[in-house]
């Protein structure tokens, strides 16, 4: 079992920062794919980006490519998303995901679907 838990969202301007941190506990010596989705309200949940710990590929949505910077530290087993240039679209909630195998995905799709452990997700919220 994997049990993963979110910090650091919150309210910042468009154009400002916001740094978000998954602690990941339980099986920690396996390799996961783990990764970070977002879900606006109305909306389906997206995949925003993703890696394996055991490899170097690394998923960006398109939305983001260029603004935010997924990275996982091994020692502390704690995965962060750090998102700059934030925009109001950027509003949603933000849940840390993570699965036994290694990440894959199709064109610039990352399916929830194919993720086994879930945080309870963190708000952000980017106003303009």
């Known amino acids: 079992q994997v049990h993963l838990a979110e910090s650091g969202g919150g309210s910042v301007q468009a154009g400002g920062s916001l740094k978000l941190s998954c602690a990941v506990s339980?099986?920690?010596?396996?390799?996961?794919?783990v990764a970070w989705f977002r879900q606006g309200q109305g909306d389906e949940r997206e995949g925003v980006a993703a890696?394996?710990?055991?490899?170097?590929?690394?998923f960006y949505g398109d939305s983001v490519k260029g603004r935010f910077t997924i990275n996982h530290d091994n020692a502390k087993n704690t995965l962060s998303l750090e998102m700059n240039t934030l925009k109001p679209e950027d509003t949603a909630m933000y849940y840390c995901?993570?699965?036994?195998?290694?990440?894959?995905?199709?064109?610039?799709?990352?399916?929830?679907?194919?993720?086994?452990?879930w945080g309870k997700g963190i708000q952000v919220s980017v106003s303009s």
């Open positions: 995901a993570a699965d036994d195998d290694p990440c894959w995905w199709v064109g610039s799709r990352l399916e929830p679907r194919h993720f086994r452990y």
């Open positions: 339980g099986r920690t010596t396996s390799k996961l794919c």
């Open positions: 890696l394996y710990t055991g490899g170097s590929n690394i």
